[in-house]
């Protein structure tokens, strides 16, 4: 199938949504078209299923039967899903339990008497891609095909996909996902300023990065011994009682030493300082001052 300098435009005065495309898909082949959102890949989809004609150019040997699966699928139709489908299969030539191979594969089974209006959309999406893998298409078109699916049906796309091409089959798949690592092998468009152009695949995804090694468990650390029991600190030894002065002969002594008189400096346990003041005034000497020796306090 071929792109023969296919144009396109929504609208007689409108930009064109594409311009002058002139691409090739091959039979067995997988081809993913990239591209922003709004860059003209669905549009592109639509043209190559047949769904919108080109304003000039044509799309050439399409197969003759397509697999259309839109990026949402029209839900709002009368009827359950599993109805839906089997309808498919009947309009297609098929018998309804070719449409229940679909329903089994796709985990559809607890779904077939839903109606389509009331389903998510994840399994709305299924179901319109097991509408259009029911009558095995020569080309196959997914539009987002991941969006909306849990992670059970997003591991069936790619091996869906490998199926189909494994047939002589073709298939177009748009993806602004990132999901296009799981499609190997696959060929690449790239969709940019209404052009389409051959484009290389993108990086596959780093593996992630190996655990780091557990730590090695911690050697037993021997027990600590039991601290020696510190020795006993002898307790000071009591600090010897002023030995009594003797009673000055004559009047006391005045307020500062004369000449005849000398000052002695004594030194007495904190707790006996007031009565060794008291008995040293009592015997007529006279207290020049008390000071405490470990503070520098003076009264």
């Known amino acids: 199938m071929r ?5 396109f435009r929504y609208g007689r005065r409108a930009d064109w949504t594409l311009r002058a ?24 989809l639509q043209l190559a299923a047949g769904v919108l004609r080109p304003r000039r ?15 949402r699928f029209p839900a709002d139709q009368p ?7 089997h309808r498919m299969a009947t309009l297609r030539g098929h018998a309804p339990a070719r449409a229940d191979e679909w329903i089994e ?3 559809l089974t607890g779904h077939t008497g839903t109606r389509l209006s009331d389903l998510s959309k994840g399994t709305a999406q299924k179901v319109g891609l097991a509408q259009a893998l029911i009558a095995r298409p020569g080309l196959l078109i997914l539009d987002e095909p991941w969006e909306g699916l849990d992670a059970a049906a997003r591991t069936l796309i790619p091996e869906i996909v490998a199926e189909v091409t494994a047939t002589g089959a073709m298939v177009l798949v748009s993806d602004h996902r990132g999901e296009i690592a799981a499609l190997p092998g696959a060929t690449h468009w790239s ?11 993108p990086p596959a995804p780093a593996p992630p990065a190996p655990a780091p090694p557990a730590p090695p468990a911690p050697s037993a650390l021997p027990a600590p011994s039991s601290p020696a029991a510190p020795s006993a600190v002898p307790a000071p030894s ?15 002594a005045p307020a500062s030493p004369g000449r005849d008189e000398v000052v ?7 707790a006996a300082a007031d009565e060794a003041v008291v008995r040293l005034r009592a015997q007529g000497h006279a207290v020049l001052g008390v000071r405490d020796v470990s503070s520098g306090d003076a009264r």
């Not at 792109?3 to 144009?7: N, R, T």
């Not at 078209?33 to 890949?41: D, W």
């Not at 009827?79 to 489908?85: E, K, P, Q, S, V």
């Open 3 to 7: 792109f023969d300098g296919v144009w």
């Open 21 to 44: 495309v002139d691409a090739v898909v091959e039979p067995g082949q997988t081809v993913v078209v990239l591209g922003r959102n709004g860059a003209g890949k669905s549009t592109l």
């Open 57 to 71: 150019g044509a799309v050439r040997d399409r197969p003759p039967i397509v697999g259309w699966v839109p990026e």
């Open 79 to 85: 009827f359950t899903a599993g109805d839906y489908l």
């Open 105 to 107: 594969r796709l985990l």
């Open 191 to 201: 969709v940019t300023d209404a052009t389409v152009e051959p484009a290389p695949a």
């Open 238 to 252: 009591a600090l010897p009682a002023p030995s009594a002065l003797p009673a000055p002969s004559g009047s006391p």
């Open 264 to 270: 002695i400096e004594i030194s007495v346990p904190r």
